[in-house]
C-alpha cells in the first residue's frame, strides 16, 4: 500500500523502520516509530502530517541520517544516510522548525555556508547566495546580521541556505510553524513555486492540515506511535470538493 | 543607573564628546581615590612605609629607561604568557577530549579540580626538588597553577554550544576542519577570551611566586631585592610594572571583543 516506486527508484526508502529512545526492553523505551514503510519517489513533494509529539521530528532526523533508527532500513537514493553520512554532502538540504542561522554570521555568509561545505570557490559563492537573497525578496540586507532581521526575514535566510546548495532532496520540518499566518502563507507559496521549478523531492512535516493540503502533492497522515494512518496522493487537477473530501478524511483520522 | 547614549542612530558631537568625557572620569575615578588617599597617607608617615607617588613615578620612569630594568619586566612578561600559553593548548585538548568521551571526564575532572587546591607556593617547592632549569621550573608552575581554569572554562564552553546549531551545520556534512572554523572556534570565542582575561590576572600573581625558584631576574627577583633593602618606593614600582601589563592586555582584549562580537544584539536595557 505504500507507493509507486520500488525500492531502487525511491528517492528515499523506509522499511519496517522503528526508533525506540532509551534501552529497549526497559520501562523507560519509548517507541516513537513503530514498523514504519514509507517510499518517496524522485520530484514527489510528500507533507507528513500528524499531531505534536508523533514522532515527525524522528522520522526527520532518520532521513536525515542525523539518528539511526532502532530497526528497519532508511535509505537515501539508495544509500544509508546515517552510515554513509559523509557521502550525502550537497545532496540533501534542511530547513529547520526554527532559522538555526549563526548569529555571528551576516545573512548572506549564512547562506553561503553549505556552499563552503562543497569547497565552492568564494566568488562564486558569494554570486550564487546573493542570488538566492535577491529571490527570496532580501536584497539589501545581504551585510545584516540574524539579530536585526525580523522571524519572517530569518526563515527566508534559512530557506535561501538550503536552496543555495542546490541539493535534490529537500527536509523541511515544519518551517513556517513559529511564523505569523500571512507571513507563512506568503512563504509557503513561494516554497512551493521554488522547489516546483528546481524540480526537487521535499518532505515537508507539519502539524497543519491546511498547510499540507497547499504543500503536497500527497499527504501521509501519522499516528502515534508514527505509523501510517492515511495516504493520499493528488495534484493541481483536484479540485475544490476533492480537497475537502481529503480534508475531512484525515480530520476523521487524527481525530481517533 | 548610567545614562550612555543609545547605540543606535549618531548622537550630535557635542553629546558624543560629554559622552567619551563622562566615561574616561568613570574610569579615572577609583584610581584617582586610591593616589588620593596613599599620598595622602605618606603626609603622615615615614618613607620607608608610604613612600611620596611622586618618588615611585620616578622609580617607575627609571625602570622604563633604563634598559637591563626593563629586559626583567620583559622576561617576566614571556614567562606570563608561555606559561598561559602552554596551558591554554594543554587546557583545550583535555578539554576536547572531554567533550568527547564520558570516561576521560570522570577520570579528568577529579585529577583537575585535586590540582585547583594546590597552593602556587607548593609548585615552587616540588619544582624545586623535581627540576633543574630555572625556566623550566617557572614555566612547570605557571602551567599546572593555570591548567585546571583554562581547561574548566574551555569545557565549559563547548558544552555550552547550541545543540541546534550544531545540527544544523552537520546537515551539511563539514569536514572536521571546517565544522571547527564555521561552527565550533566562533561559538566558544566569547568564553575563551573571558578565560584568557580571568587567567592573566592570575599568571601575573602567581608568576611573581615562581620567580622564586632561583630566578636571577624578573620582577618577581626585583621585589625580593626591594624587600631585602627595605625599599617601598622600588616595590611599589614593580609592582606596577605588572599591573600596567594586565591592565594593557585587558584593555586589547576588551577592544577585540566590541570589534569581534559587534554581531551580538544589545539591549537597552541591562540585567
Ligand atoms: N532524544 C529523545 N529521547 C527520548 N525521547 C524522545 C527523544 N526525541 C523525541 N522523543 C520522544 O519521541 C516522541 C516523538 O517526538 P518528535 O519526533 O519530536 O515528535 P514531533 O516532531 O512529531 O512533535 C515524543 O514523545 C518525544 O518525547
Ligand atoms: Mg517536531
Known sequence: MNGDATPDEAAIHLADVSKVFGKIGTDAAFRAVDGLNLDVRPGQMLALLGKTGCGKSTIFNMIAGLTAPSSGSVRVDGRDPFAEFDSFRGKMAIVFQNDRLLPWRTAIQNVELGLEMLEIPAAERRATAQQWLTKLGLGGHENDYPHALSGGMRQRVSIARAFATNANILLCDEPFSALDESTAGRLRAEFVRLVKENGKTAVFITHSISEALEIGDRIVVLKRPAMIAYDVRFDTSTGPEEREDIRSRIVEVLAV | ?271
Open chain 2, 1 to 271: 543607573m548610567s545614562e550612555t547614549a543609545p547605540q543606535t542612530g549618531s548622537p550630535p558631537p557635542e553629546n558624543m564628546l560629554s559622552a567619551a568625557a563622562k566615561r574616561l572620569w568613570e574610569w579615572v575615578l577609583p584610581f584617582a581615590v586610591v593616589i588620593a588617599l596613599w599620598q595622602f597617607a605618606s603626609l603622615f608617615f615615614p618613607r620607608f612605609l608610604f613612600p611620596s607617588l611622586i618618588d615611585v613615578f620616578w622609580r617607575c620612569l627609571e625602570i622604563f629607561a633604563d634598559g637591563s630594568m626593563f629586559k626583567d619586566v620583559m622576561v617576566t612578561i614571556y614567562r606570563i604568557l608561555a606559561g598561559l600559553a602552554g596551558s591554554f593548548v594543554i587546557g583545550a585538548a583535555l578539554a576536547l577530549l572531554m567533550v568527547r568521551s564520558r570516561a576521560v571526564d570522570k577520570f579528568l575532572s577529579p585529577i583537575l579540580t585535586l590540582f585547583q587546591g594546590i597552593p602556587a607556593l607548593s609548585w615552587v617547592v616540588f619544582a624545586i626538588i623535581w627540576f633543574h632549569g630555572v625556566e623550566f621550573r617557572i614555566l612547570f608552575i605557571m602551567v599546572l597553577t593555570t591548567l585546571p581554569a583554562f581547561t574548566f572554562q574551555v569545557l565549559g564552553a563547548l558544552r555550552g554550544m547550541s545543540r541546534d546549531l550544531m545540527e544544523m551545520v552537520f546537515s551539511f556534512r563539514p569536514s572536521r576542519a571546517k565544522l571547527f572554523r564555521v561552527m565550533i572556534a566562533p561559538a566558544i570565542l566569547p568564553d575563551i577570551l573571558t578565560a584568557w582575561k580571568v587567567n592573566l590576572g592570575n599568571a601575573s600573581r602567581v608568576v611573581v611566586v615562581a620567580e622564586l625558584v632561583g630566578a636571577t631576574g624578573g620582577v618577581g627577583y626585583q621585589l625580593l631585592l626591594q624587600q631585602q633593602l627595605f625599599d617601598m618606593a622600588g616595590a611599589l614600582a614593580w609592582t606596577l610594572q605588572l599591573v600596567f601589563f594586565v591592565l594593557i592586555v585587558q584593555g586589547s582584549l576588551t577592544l577585540i571583543e566590541n570589534v569581534a562580537f559587534r554581531y551580538r544584539a544589545v539591549s537597552e536595557r541591562a540585567i
